[in-house]
Structure formats: structure tokens, C-alpha cells
């Protein structure tokens, strides 16, 4: 589904960054390390860093049963 708004623990604003998270190392083109391209956007707490690494884009797989 839709990445988070905000991190679950902590309340920080994280789905701003999801574009850019997945451009440049979510994606099999993007070739940078995840924990510096997280440091790069200033990600630092783990709890909001969790929230970009394990999302998982699930609209493709739900669309079709609507």
C-alpha cells in the first residue's frame, strides 16, 4: 500500500522521502548503499529508518481486486 505519513513510533514526517529512498536504493537501478542514502535525507532515528526499509509497494498486487 501507501508508505506511512508519519513514523508509527515517533511521529516524524518519513513518506516525503519515499520517492527519493526509492530511486536511488530501493530499486534494482539504484545502486547506493540504503544506510547512506537514509543519512543523506536525515533519517536518523531507527524507528523512522524501519519504516522506509520494510515498506513493501503493494498496490500492483491489490489493484486487480478491486
Same mark, same amino acid.
Given at each position: 500500500?501507501?508508505?506511512?505519513?508519519?513514523?508509527?513510533?515517533?511521529?516524524?514526517?518519513?513518506? #516525503?522521502?519515499?520517492?527519493?529512498?526509492?530511486?536511488?536504493?530501493?530499486?534494482? #537501478?539504484?545502486?547506493?548503499?540504503?544506510?547512506?542514502?537514509?543519512?543523506?535525507?536525515?533519517?536518523?532515528?531507527?524507528?523512522?529508518?524501519?519504516?522506509?526499509?520494510?515498506?513493501?509497494?503493494?498496490?500492483?498486487?491489490?489493484?486487480?481486486?478491486?
Amino acid at each position: 500500500m501507501m508508505v506511512p505519513v508519519r513514523c508509527f513510533t515517533c511521529g516524524k514526517p518519513v513518506g #516525503e522521502h519515499w520517492d527519493e529512498y526509492k530511486a536511488r536504493a530501493a530499486t534494482q #537501478e539504484g545502486d547506493e548503499d540504503p544506510e547512506e542514502v537514509l543519512d543523506d535525507l536525515g533519517l536518523d532515528r531507527y524507528c523512522c529508518r524501519r519504516m522506509l526499509v520494510s515498506h513493501d509497494d503493494l498496490v500492483d498486487v491489490v489493484s486487480p481486486y478491486q
